[in-house]
């Protein structure tokens, strides 16, 4: 079985300074995670994924996140804020290859402050 | 990247009704379509797992008699609610992947439910 914890339901930034959104998982097999952004009313837009091999993978709109085994974690940090990253964001596992089912965390909703 | 389509986005429905809501992959053949219930300011929870041809797997402690899934063809899976109560108003969200277990997944932007 798998679980996703993200620290922190509501994170507010300054725009232009870092964003940091936790998350950390447990999994019985090596996992394959992921961090989702969704804006109001739609569905969910993958900003990157880990598999296998490089543990910090850069995604889309200047997101990136780090695998790091030993602390369970896959973080998920952006430089500089923007106030088009205010939004809901999302981490999930889905043990390694076995069917895609994903397991969400709570969310972490981010505010922009101009 | 693949396109899930969903509709429709907006439903309201009184109570006792049924609402089909379908899910739809544009530019592929998805052979597995997952539904995912959302409500409000929460994360989202997988109902069930859709597969082309045979019957969903429903996940612990949804009825699979309250969310009927068909996924007749490799494009096309549809979720209805029947006999709709207002503890069924959510936000329903369908993906699918494109390939193999490996394979990227895509998410429809999603269905309103509201039971009157």
């Known amino acids: 079985a798998q679980s996703v914890t993200q620290l922190g339901s509501h994170v507010s930034v300054s725009e232009g300074a870092l964003v940091l959104l936790r998350c950390n998982y447990s999994s019985s097999v090596p996992p394959y995670l992921f961090w989702y952004v969704q804006y109001p009313n739609q569905g969910l837009q993958l900003l990157l994924k880990y598999t296998t091999g490089a543990t910090l993978v850069k995604g889309i709109n200047g997101f990136e996140a780090e695998f790091k085994k030993s602390e369970t974690s896959f973080h998920l940090t952006k430089p500089s804020a923007h106030m088009s990253d205010a939004a809901e964001y999302f981490c999930?596992?889905?043990?390694?290859?076995?069917?895609?089912?994903?397991?969400f965390g709570g969310g972490t909703r981010v505010l922009v402050k101009p | 990247g693949a396109v899930v389509s969903q509709h429709p986005s907006w439903v309201i429905c009184k109570s006792g009704t049924s609402v089909k809501i379908e899910c739809r992959s544009l530019d592929f053949q998805a052979t597995t379509m997952f539904w995912y219930r959302q409500f409000p300011k929460q994360s989202l929870m997988l109902m069930a797992t859709?597969?082309?041809?045979?019957?969903?797997?429903?996940e612990q402690g949804v009825e699979k008699d309250k969310f009927l899934i068909n996924h007749a063809s490799l494009t096309l899976s549809t979720l209805t609610v029947t006999s709709a109560h207002p503890e069924d108003s959510s936000f329903y969200i369908c993906?699918?992947?494109?390939?193999?277990?490996?394979?990227?997944?895509?998410f429809g932007e999603g269905s309103r439910l509201t039971v009157l």
């Open positions: 859709s597969n082309e041809g045979s019957k969903a797997t429903y």
């Open positions: 993906s699918a992947r494109t390939g193999p277990a490996t394979g990227e997944l895509f």
């Open positions: 999930a596992v889905t043990p390694g290859a076995a069917g895609n089912k994903l397991t």
